[in-house]
């Protein structure tokens, strides 16, 4: 019911107090212990913290994806494409809010959890070398920002994507 709630909230612009609701709804599910370390709960989470960085509330949002991934890599291990998410969203957040150095570190963990999801020829670890080698660029470290984008350029040349081929060529200039 607060689900419902809340989303009728949100839908009317009110989002402070559909956050309100969708909190009562995770801490309910949160203090039954058949879904406490549920995916439930997890996407419950992840989608209370999409709605609280909407409202500029940033700390809270990356302390629910905090939970999700925790939640999510006691169930499947830290190898799986849904922590993998998780932290991605965390990273973008920071990268949001220019918080570069924390940024990079997050998307270096969805690298290394990539490759072993999705393989070295995915599009997905292709777009996160371009994101990491941009950042390498904005802290000056050329020779690895060059790395990461020649070896994301490979990729979307392979898979034929022209929009990120362009835009990852333009970052190798």
Partial sequence: MYIEIANLLKKKGLGTEAIDFKIRAYEFFEDLEKYSNSCVLAELATN??????EQNLIDEAIQK???????YQ??????DHRAC?????????FLRCNQFTEALKQLREVECIERTVYGDSSVSLAKTLKVIGT????????????HC????LMVFELKGHTKLIKETAMKLK
């Fill in 48 to 53: 209370l913290s999409q709605w609280m960085e």
């Fill in 65 to 71: 994806l905090e939970k999700a991934l925790d939640i």
């Fill in 74 to 79: 006691n169930l499947y291990g830290t190898d």
């Fill in 85 to 93: 998410r998780v932290k991605r969203r965390i990273a973008l957040i």
């Fill in 135 to 146: 950042l390498l660029i904005i802290q000056g470290n050329k020779d690895e920002a060059k």
């Fill in 149 to 152: 984008l020649n070896e994301a």
